[in-house]
């Protein structure tokens, strides 16, 4: 587990920050990328001012910023440590419910 000091509201705001750049770049205005990505104006401003959005709106409008495969790589199960661990992985029934 690593350390982070930035917490969810600090991350929202920074990537808040980043989609109203990479809209700046493409030269778009707000309801340009509203329209673009399917959501309201006033959705998408309350994103950028706040951070504070729907998973859904984000990947809406990093769908129309084509950066929407970046989400893939997210939650992604950590790297097996030992050939036993991964033959468990594949053999294994697959958790429905946590243990704690």
Do not use: C, D, N, Y
Request: net charge positive.
């Amino acid at each position: 587990m690593t350390l982070s000091l930035v917490g969810p509201g600090e991350m929202g705001v920074l990537l808040a920050g980043r989609v109203k750049a990479l809209r700046l770049l493409k030269g778009w205005t707000r309801e340009t990328m509203a329209k673009r990505a399917g959501v309201t104006a006033a959705s998408l401003k309350r994103f950028e001012v706040s951070g504070k959005a729907s998973l859904e709106l984000v990947l809406k409008v990093a769908h129309a910023l084509a950066r929407l495969e970046e989400f893939e790589a997210l939650f992604q199960p950590p790297v097996a440590q030992s050939v036993e661990e991964l033959e468990r992985r594949v053999s294994g029934p697959i958790r429905k419910r946590g243990r704690i």
